[in-house]
């Protein structure tokens, strides 16, 4: 008995649905994408093998370039606003509509109080010299900053981000700092490195 050959036909398939579907899932992504802002000063973190990863939102973060300068910055423009208007109260400085919208752009900054009104009237921030938010006993801004910052926010994580070449000396100021607020919980930023092999 001879066996019956069934006819073999080729296999169109559609793919417009899946162009369609990659189209939308691009245009998705390119909406609801962070874009990082730029920050005053680069700082080369040292490598750990920490793999404990940071929220999205909600946090502050100290940082400390190799100079030793000191930059402050919390997320959420509404929150920087309303932490201006408490250090504006305190130091009895009076700034503008204008001058609040563009200190709630700054991702983080580094001068002292007295000398932020000329950052936020330039137009290149960048550009900018800034000499660090003064954190010794004579002087200690970073402690309003940071007081403030929480005012604003209650929820916020604090995180230290520091310069490999750093002083342990201006990391230790800024630890004492926060413990001086009875703030013993931070995260400190670095760079991740592979774990060791264990033999």
């Given at each position: 008995?001879?066996?019956v ?37 680069v700082?080369?973190t040292?490598?750990s093998?920490s ?26 423009q ?7 208007e ?21 991702s ?9 009104r000329?950052?936020?009237?330039t137009?290149?921030?960048a550009?900018?010299p800034q ?37 342990y ?29 264990v033999?």
């Amino acid at each position: 008995m001879s066996k019956v050959k069934i006819a073999r036909k080729s296999i169109s398939l559609d793919m417009t649905a899946m162009c369609d579907m990659a189209f939308l899932l691009l245009t998705f992504f390119i909406l609801t994408a962070k874009f990082k802002a730029d920050d005053p000063v680069v700082v080369d973190t040292p490598a750990s093998i920490s793999d404990v990863k940071l929220p999205d939102k909600d946090i502050m973060t100290i940082a400390i370039d190799k100079q030793n300068r000191v930059y402050f910055g919390i997320d959420g423009q509404f929150d920087r606003e309303k932490m201006l208007e408490y250090v504006a109260g305190k130091y009895k400085v009076g700034f503008t509509q204008e001058e609040i919208k563009q200190f709630s752009l700054l991702s983080s900054f580094g001068l002292p109080i007295g000398n932020l009104r000329q950052l936020l009237g330039t137009k290149d921030k960048a550009k900018f010299p800034q000499m660090g938010i003064p954190c010794d006993s004579a002087q200690n801004e970073l402690t309003d900053w940071v007081a403030y910052a929480r005012y604003a926010n209650p929820k916020l994580r604090i995180t230290i981000k520091g310069d490999v070449n750093a002083s342990y000396e201006t990391v230790g100021k800024v630890i004492s700092t926060l413990q001086d607020q009875n703030i013993n919980k931070f995260n400190l930023i670095t760079n991740m490195k592979a774990k060791p092999k264990v033999l």
